[in-house]
Structures are given as C-alpha cells and as structure tokens.
C-alpha cells in the first residue's frame, strides 16, 4: 500500500459505519478488544461525538474513498488532576497492516495531543500469557516501537472466548511536566483556532 494514497483527518460521525466495520472483527474474532458485543451504529456514532467534544479522533483515508484505520484519545481518569493524561487507541483495517500507517496515524494523533498541552499518553493493551489465535503481543511491540515504555500489569484480569488474559498499561511523555502547567486546550477549540491563521 502506497503511503502517499493515504490521508490523515479528522473523524465526523458520518464514518461511523465504515469505522464500526473496522471495529468489528475486533470484538468478534479477537481479545484485543475485551468489549464482547459489537457495538451499534448508533453507540458507535456517540462515541465518536462524545470523543471529539475534547480529543482528536482521526481516520486513515485512501484516495478511493476507503478507511483503514482510525486512532483517538480518551481520558485517562475523570479527576481534574489527570487532565494531562489520555489513553491512546489505535485499530487498523486487516489490509491496513504492517505498512507504517499505524506509524503514521500514531505519530498525527500525538501531534493534536501535544498542541493541546497533553503530556502522558497511556495504552491500555490486552496481553496474552502465551500468544493464541485470539490474541498476540503484537500491540505490545507496536507501542513498544513507538515510544511506549510498560509500567503496570494486570494478571488474568479480561475473560473472553473462555480463556483469560493480562492487561498492561504502556505509558509515554510528549511534553515537560513543570510547577506552572498550563491549560488543556479542547480539541475543538484547538482546531477552530488553527481554522483562522
């Protein structure tokens, strides 16, 4: 796949649908997810409006109209104090794989979280005591790859297809932590703003 065929934006809710087909193989055919019903297109839609109320959500797009892929940025925890945190979440189309978009679509969302004065990215990743058809330690390497150093694992705490699984927390800091930190900038606010230069 040619890298140069792809763009980076923004997600809307009208790519509900084809984000939700890349979604749902996840869920039924994989741990990497420890969601077990494979959500609405209406669910699907909310959490791509609740995300952008405050976080990019971004989409890989072919020039053919095509999604591959899509990364987005949750909160970390609800309390003001974590309001320099996020989780990061990235999930490729099958035929998106191994191509450096994963790469590509990353290192664009870690740019909006910087430009919002985000600091600490954090992945939580479902990680099998021995690899299976289900799950690999590929996210693991991946995010390894990309930055990520793991500071905390969970032993068999996700229970999917009658198998238990780990969870691990790899985390990353994009910015300088100081005394006088300043603001989180909304995503919307961010981007209107980056609209008028």
């Known amino acids: 796949m040619n890298n140069s065929d792809i763009t980076i934006r923004v997600a809307s809710t009208d790519d509900a649908s084809a984000l939700l087909a890349i979604y749902a193989p996840y869920v039924e055919a994989t741990a990497i997810t420890f969601e077990y019903i494979v959500p609405s297109v209406e669910e699907f839609t909310r959490r791509i409006r609740t995300t952008l109320e405050k976080y990019p959500y971004l989409v890989a797009e072919h020039r053919d109209g095509r999604l591959l892929g899509y990364a987005y940025a949750s909160p970390f925890k609800a ?22 978009l994963g790469r590509r679509l990353y290192e664009a969302l870690e740019q909006a979280l910087k430009a919002q004065n985000i600091l600490n990215l954090n992945a939580c990743i479902s990680e099998p005591e021995v690899e299976d058809e289900y799950l690999t330690k590929q996210s693991h390497r991946f995010h390894e790859h990309m930055g990520y150093r793991l500071v905390g694992e969970f032993h068999l705490c996700g229970y999917k297809f009658n198998r238990w699984y780990h969870m691990i927390w790899m985390e990353k800091h994009i910015g300088e932590h100081t005394a006088d930190q300043p603001a989180v900038i909304p995503f919307p606010q961010l981007t209107e703003t980056r609209n008028c230069d």
Do not use: F, M, Q, S
């Not at 309390?79 to 450096?100: Q, S």
């Open 79 to 100: 309390r003001a104090a974590y309001d320099w945190a996020v989780e990061t979440t990235i999930y490729l189309a099958p035929e998106a794989k191994c191509c450096g």
